[in-house]
């Protein structure tokens, strides 16, 4: 009897060990194969090092983006279609390529920081773990489920599809962990009926949320503790006009242009884009003079992209373009003319 536990004991662990390994390896192999050679910016700054911010983090902080994208795909796909039909692996290949093409970019523009690889490496393979997981479910027994409901939707179907496209929507301007998954759970308490789908989605649905509610509780201790990231940065700028916005201030005029505070991720996208179309120019933005954006058009071949992909719901293509902050506002007037959706603008 204890031999024979001792040899389950040992293949369980190996499977453990197995599974550890699997979550690591991409993240291995990004730090072995993916290192752009780590060059100087030789940009003369003009604003003080305080208000700096690493440049490299232009392109470091699309995988974070990444995985807000993909909870956007995800609630597309599920608002018609059952969630097997969504490809979580080709949502975390997605992760890991894109990271491997911007880390290579990165080293160009000052290397990546030890505190930014090791926070993007655990998202990474926090996402992985997570839409593994879901996968394994959602393709089996969920999909049973789906297949024994028929065609039509069951009530749950749709709730969560209205609850996924809502924490989409959160997760573009407020960390994730701040969501409310345990509202979410009791919604589908209440709404849910006796039908199988009912059930199923209300059970394997309220074990998730439950779980990411314990976990965020955790997460948001943790950045308690070590101080949550700046919400603004500064900017220099020219052309500016004072039109009352919301989320920028006016610091200071400088020799250069007019130094602003601004808001930052999601909403500083909606400012840049109308300050451009006002004729404002960007002369320096945290202490760079380079940045990059993602853009969506219908067409896969993007002139300037740096890589580029198929977005999962959607007839169309994600582009991840890096330009001088020069040319930024001359850029985002030229794709507000020629139809080009300016998906996000990525800060430091």
């Known amino acids: ?207 998730e949320y439950r779980a990411k509610a314990a976990y965020a509780q955790v997460i948001a201790a943790a950045v308690e503790s070590v101080g949550a990231d700046a919400l603004t940065l500064r900017m220099i700028v020219t052309g500016y006009a004072e039109q009352g916005e919301d989320g920028l201030k006016i610091v200071a005029p400088r020799e250069a242009g007019l130094e602003l505070e601004t808001v930052r991720y999601r909403a500083l996208t909606h400012l840049l884009q109308d300050l451009a179309a006002r004729g404002v120019e960007f002369v320096e933005i945290a202490g760079n003079d380079d940045i990059m954006l993602t853009v969506i058009s219908d067409d896969p071949i993007f002139d300037g992209a740096r890589s580029s992909m198929r977005r999962q719901g959607y007839d169309d293509y994600r582009h991840l373009v890096g330009l001088k902050v020069r040319d930024l506002g001359a850029r985002l007037r030229d794709y507000r003319s020629d139809g080009t959706r300016v998906e996000h603008i990525h800060d430091y």
């Open 1 to 207: 009897m204890i031999r024979t536990f001792g040899r389950w004991l040992g293949r369980i662990l190996l499977v453990l060990l197995l599974c550890i390994a699997g979550l690591l390896a991409p993240a291995a192999y990004t730090e072995l194969a993916c290192q752009g050679e780590v060059m100087a910016d030789p940009y003369d700054a003009i604003l003080p090092p305080e208000h700096h911010r690493a440049e490299s983090r232009t392109y470091l902080t699309y995988p974070e983006w990444h995985i807000v994208h993909a909870y956007d795909d995800y609630a597309q796909v599920i608002a018609t279609e059952d969630p097997h039909a969504f490809g979580f692996l080709r949502s975390i290949a997605g992760f890991w390529s894109t990271l491997c093409d911007v880390t290579r970019v990165a080293g160009a523009h000052g290397g990546v920081p030890g505190e930014t690889k090791q926070m993007v490496y655990v998202i990474g393979v926090s996402f992985t773990a997570e839409l593994l997981m879901k996968a394994a479910y959602e393709e089996t027994l969920g999909r049973l489920v789906a297949v024994l409901r028929g065609p039509d939707r069951a009530p749950l179907d749709d709730l969560s599809a209205t609850q996924a496209r809502q924490y989409a929507t959160f997760l573009q301007q407020v960390p994730w962990y701040q969501w409310d998954f345990g509202a979410d759970a009791d919604a589908l308490d209440t709404a849910a009926t006796d039908r199988l789908r009912d059930r199923e989605r209300r059970l394997a649905l309220g074990l």
